[in-house]
Structures are given as structure tokens and as C-alpha cells.
T-cell receptor
């Protein structure tokens, strides 16, 4: 039981490049989330998916797209990376009626 | 004003000390409350949920005051391993959590 896994762990991009961050969970959770964490800003919600087939914007969705590929997987795509997207990205999942969020280990992204 | 506010610290305490953190939230419709712990460069992990009646888990005690809209965390007999950032988290409904920026705790020998 791996919990929530994320790939890659680290990534360096040049401005304008694109990439997809992958997230998978094996806990049969319905809801999945993408956050970014910046110094002094706390965790901010980018997008979330309440169930397979649905996605909704969070607090800071601009510059990102998501895909809920199936119940297990929720990917985050940066179409044209910008230096302002340098951050640590966390994926999380939650049970339907429970409230604890389980987080993946994070992806450290640097955009130069 | 941020929806969830915490003193960033750091709180520097010696081993064995008692330390308390507070957190205030602005949305009175918030439904549930948590403390998460985050170690340096790691993911957040649930420390404890916070109930209206207050709850205790070993050396940790959490309290909720809905009238004043604040949450507290008390750590007794601090250990070196308690050094971390403590995140106050509020569930405003529809499974959406709002995180505070965290309070950093440093426990020294």
C-alpha cells in the first residue's frame, strides 16, 4: 500500500517548456487535489477532483490544467512554464466521508 | 486578511517545555479543523483533528473555540523530535481544506 505517489520528485524547466506532473493513489479515494506551496504562502489549492470525471478550479488555477485519468490518477499539466510557477507541488487524496488528506511526497519544480 | 492565520514563529523552546500555538479562522461556516505537522522538505501529515469538546493525544492537546473562531495546540514535555512546522487546517465544506502558513517550532537540548 504505497498511499499517494508523485513523479517526478525534482524537475528543472526553461520558461515556455511544458510538462506533466503525475499523481496516483491506491487507497480507493474519490477526491484528489493539487496544491502548490511557496514560502510564506502556505499550501494553496490549484485544482481538485471530487470524483472520477470531474475537476474544479481552486484558488490559483491560472497556468495549469488537470486530468482525472481514472479513479487512481490525477495529473497536473503546465503548458508553458513561467518562473512564477517555481514551487513545491503536492498531490493529495481524501476519503469520501473522512476528512484526513493524505499527501504525496511532493515535486520540486524550478523554472528558469 | 487570510482565511486562516497563524504566528509563523519560530518558537524556540528547551526540551521538556510546554508550548502552545494558536490559529484564528475567519469563515464562521467552517466545519472541521485539524493540525498537520510538516517536517522540512516533506509532505504534511495529520497530527490530530480538533473537536469542539477538545481532544488529547498523548502529549498533544487541541482545543476549538467556535465563538472566538480560534484553534489551539498545546504540546507538553517537548521532545527534539517535535521540531517541525505545525499547520492549522480548516475544512470549509465540500472537502476543501484551507491551510494556514504554519508555525515553526524548534526544540533545543
Amino acid at each position: 500500500n504505497a498511499g499517494v505517489t508523485q513523479t517526478p520528485k525534482f524537475q528543472v524547466l526553461k520558461t515556455g517548456q511544458s510538462m506533466t506532473l503525475q499523481c496516483a493513489q491506491d487507497m480507493n479515494h474519490n477526491s484528489m487535489y493539487w496544491y502548490r506551496q511557496d514560502p510564506g504562502m502556505g499550501l494553496r489549492l490549484i485544482y481538485y477532483s471530487a470524483s472520477e470525471g470531474t475537476t474544479d478550479k481552486g484558488e490559483v488555477p491560472n497556468g495549469y490544467n488537470v486530468s482525472r485519468l481514472n479513479k487512481r490518477e490525477f495529473s497536473l499539466r503546465l503548458e508553458s512554464a513561467a518562473p512564477s510557477q517555481t514551487s513545491v507541488y503536492f498531490c493529495a487524496s481524501i476519503r469520501d466521508r473522512g476528512y484526513e488528506q493524505y499527501f504525496g511526497p511532493g515535486t520540486r519544480l524550478t523554472v528558469t | 486578511r487570510k482565511e486562516v492565520e497563524q504566528d509563523p514563529g519560530p518558537f524556540n523552546v528547551p526540551e521538556g517545555a510546554t508550548v502552545a500555538f494558536n490559529c484564528t479562522y475567519s469563515n464562521s461556516a467552517s466545519q472541521s479543523f485539524f493540525w498537520y505537522r510538516q517536517d522540512c522538505r516533506k509532505e504534511p501529515k495529520l497530527l490530530m483533528s480538533v473537536y469542539s469538546s477538545g481532544n488529547e493525544d498523548g502529549r498533544f492537546t487541541a482545543q476549538l473555540n467556535r465563538a472566538s473562531q480560534y484553534i489551539s495546540l498545546l504540546i507538553r514535555d517537548s521532545k527534539l523530535s517535535d521540531s517541525a512546522t505545525y499547520l492549522c487546517v480548516v475544512n470549509r465544506g465540500f472537502q476543501k481544506l484551507v491551510f494556514g502558513t504554519g508555525t515553526r517550532l524548534l526544540v533545543s537540548p
